[in-house]
């Protein structure tokens, strides 16, 4: 078992700037990549970011590309959302998940209750 906690959402004005952290713990952390998720009101959860066990591979939504940036550190077995030039559209409810990396995993295997990000116009 993961157990993922995600810290650092709340209220922000549009433009500014917040960064999650999603701490884990129970098992290795580095055998997992990692990907962060956002679910607003009335939508489907959506993918923002993903990052390689290593840390040497990123991908972002298109929406996010160029103002989030996703980074780790296998030593603190967290991960990090940068979020810049925020925009009221950016509010949802952010998850941390854990996908194993094994070839051939798609799916995300653990996730972490999720933390508000609100932003305001």
């Known amino acids: 078992q993961v157990q993922l906690v995600e810290s650092g959402g709340g209220l922000v004005q549009a433009g500014g700037s917040l960064r999650l952290s999603c701490a884990a713990s129970?098992?290795?952390?580095?055998?997992?990549?990692m990907g962060w998720f956002r679910q607003a009101p009335g939508k489907e959860r959506e993918f923002v970011a993903r990052?390689?066990?290593?840390?040497?591979?990123?991908y972002y939504a298109d929406s996010v590309k160029g103002r989030f940036t996703i980074s780790r550190d296998n030593a603190k077995s967290t991960q990090y959302l940068q979020m810049s030039r925020l925009k009221p559209e950016d509010t949802a409810v952010y998850y941390c998940?854990?996908?194993?990396?094994?070839?051939?995993?798609?799916?995300?295997?653990?996730w972490g209750q999720g933390i508000q990000v609100t932003v305001s116009s």
């Open positions: 990052i390689s066990w290593s840390g040497g591979r990123t």
């Open positions: 129970g098992r290795t952390f580095s055998p997992y990549n």
């Open positions: 998940a854990a996908q194993p990396a094994t070839p051939g995993t798609t799916d995300y295997e653990y």
